[in-house]
C-alpha cells in the first residue's frame, strides 16, 4: 500500500488569514444543518487540494472542537479529493452542538455531512471548470 497517499502534510492546510480571505470571496458555497463548506480553485497548486478548518468557541470545550477538527482531518486525509487542486474551508455550525447530549452522535452526523458536501463541492468544481 502507497503510504504518501494517505499522507496530510502542511501541503494540505489552508494555514494564513490571505488563504481564508481568499476563499470567502466569490467562492462556492454547500452547507447543512450543521456545516458549511466554501469551495473554490486552489490559488497556490492546480494539482493539490488544501483544507481549512473554522469551529468557533460556541461549539463546545477545547477538547470537542479539537476532537472535530481531528475528524475532518482524517476524513479528508482518507478521501479521494487531495489532488483535485481545489481550496476547502470547513465552518461547523455552532449552535446545533449544544442540542445533543450524545457527542458520539454530532460526531457521526459532522462526519456524514462532511463526505458528503466534500463529494458535492467536487462535483460543482469539476462541473464548472467543464462549462470554461
Not at 460556541?58 to 487531495?82: C, M, P, Q, T, Y
Amino acid at each position: 500500500m502507497n503510504q504518501s497517499k494517505y499522507s496530510y502534510g502542511k501541503n494540505f492546510r489552508l494555514r494564513s488569514k490571505r488563504d481564508f480571505l481568499y476563499l470567502k470571496s466569490d467562492s462556492g458555497k454547500c452547507s447543512t444543518r450543521h456545516i458549511t463548506i466554501y469551495f473554490k480553485e486552489s490559488s497556490i497548486s492546480a494539482s493539490e487540494t488544501r483544507i481549512g478548518q473554522i469551529v468557533s468557541r460556541k461549539v463546545g470545550k477545547a477538547h470537542f472542537r479539537n476532537r472535530l477538527k481531528r475528524i475532518l482531518r482524517e476524513d479528508f486525509r482518507l478521501s479521494d479529493h487531495k489532488d483535485e487542486g481545489f481550496d476547502f474551508v470547513v465552518v461547523v455550525v455552532p449552535h446545533l452542538a449544544k442540542n445533543f447530549s450524545d457527542k458520539a452522535e454530532y460526531e457521526n452526523i459532522i462526519r456524514r455531512d462532511f463526505k458528503r458536501l466534500l463529494l458535492d463541492a467536487s462535483k460543482r468544481m469539476t462541473k464548472s471548470e467543464q462549462n470554461k
